[in-house]
């Protein structure tokens, strides 16, 4: 089962320059728009919406490619 992260969860996950560092917005359990793309997921296989700590843009994951601090 993929890692659960909460709104608010601080997490990071590896970027285009390393690693970047944000912030959990939100859970996003359907298909659906954010982030500027269309966002495939499931209860059982949700996708985190996070908030970059450096850029302030927003990004979404799935549970695999992030890890909590």
């Not at 949700?46 to 549970?63: F, I, L, N, R």
């Amino acid at each position: 089962m993929a890692d659960e992260f909460a709104e608010g969860d601080h997490v990071s996950w590896k970027s285009h320059g390393g690693e970047a560092e944000g912030t959990v917005q939100r859970t996003i359990t359907e298909d659906t728009e954010a982030a500027g793309r269309t966002v495939r997921a499931r209860e059982d296989e949700p996708q985190y919406e996070v908030k970059s700590d450096k850029s302030g843009g927003t990004a979404v994951h799935k549970g695999s490619a992030l890890h909590e601090d």
